[in-house]
């Protein structure tokens, strides 16, 4: 069990809106911690998607975006594509673990 | 270009002892950390630890304190993950990652992976 909870899955169909919400507590999100967001296509590594809780890297589509907001953030995603299909993490920082901590995941399905 | 390349696929017993690497390139290995996660079989991401070359300052995470050991040599630009003993429990995929600059934890640079296989 993490200790940054997000729902185990969501889905969408092409062209929708769908987020992803990512739930901590006062001694993560809550403290301040910035909140980062991957995504994980089957067979591959993860790639960061937003990071320092709204930021897009270079070459990540403007259709993610990222929010905080008290102890929670969210990933949302426009125009959902059939290539979004995907596992999707939050990251934040941990002050009880002293490290960065994972949610623990969540599975988009396009339909 | 900046990359970490991992060492490849291992097979071993329970018991037996592994030592995986990630070399760095194109950037200076010493003022980023990197971090080692483990991903399961159908599972999610998991922080083990991180370790900064520069100095080898290392932080474990509670779950991972004492069931592994993290180093690097900055003389060759390599972090390594290591265990001494080996159970079916740490067949997993590991991966090694770089943030995306050296004050951050958000990790922008992967290496592609190192699979281990624990059977008897």
């Known amino acids: 069990q993490s200790v940054l909870t997000q729902p185990p899955s969501v889905s969408g169909a092409p062209g929708q809106r769908v987020t992803i919400s990512c739930t901590g507590s006062?001694?993560?999100?809550?403290?301040?911690?910035?909140v980062h967001w991957y995504q994980q296509l089957p067979g591959t590594a993860p790639k960061l998607l937003i990071y320092?809780?709204?930021n897009r890297p270079s070459g990540v589509p403007d259709r993610f975006s990222g929010s905080k907001s008290g102890t929670s953030a969210s990933l949302a995603i426009t125009g959902l594509q059939a290539e979004d299909e995907a596992d999707y993490y939050c990251?934040?920082?941990?002050?009880?673990?002293?490290?960065?901590?994972f949610g623990g995941g969540t599975k988009l399905t396009v339909l | 270009e900046v990359q970490l390349v991992q060492s490849g696929a291992e097979v071993k017993k329970p018991g037996e002892s592994l030592k995986i690497s990630c070399k760095g390139s194109?950037?200076?290995?010493?003022?980023?950390?990197i971090g080692w996660v483990r991903q399961m079989p159908g599972k999610g991401l998991e922080l083990m630890g991180i370790?900064?070359?520069?100095?080898?300052?290392?932080r474990y995470s509670p779950s991972f304190q004492g069931q592994v050991t993290i180093s690097a040599d900055k003389s060759i630009s390599t972090a390594y993950l290591q265990w001494s003993s080996l159970k079916a429990s740490d067949t997993a995929m590991y991966y090694c990652?770089?943030?995306?600059?050296?004050?951050?934890?958000?990790?922008?640079?992967w290496g592609q992976g190192t699979i281990v296989t624990v059977s008897s």
């Open positions: 370790i900064y070359p520069g100095d080898s300052d290392t």
């Open positions: 990251q934040s920082y941990d002050s009880s673990l002293s490290g960065p901590v």
């Open positions: 194109g950037y200076s290995f010493t003022t980023y950390w």
């Open positions: 320092d809780n709204s």
């Open positions: 006062s001694s993560n999100i809550g403290a301040g911690y910035d």
């Open positions: 990652a770089r943030p995306k600059y050296s004050s951050s934890d958000a990790f922008d640079i």
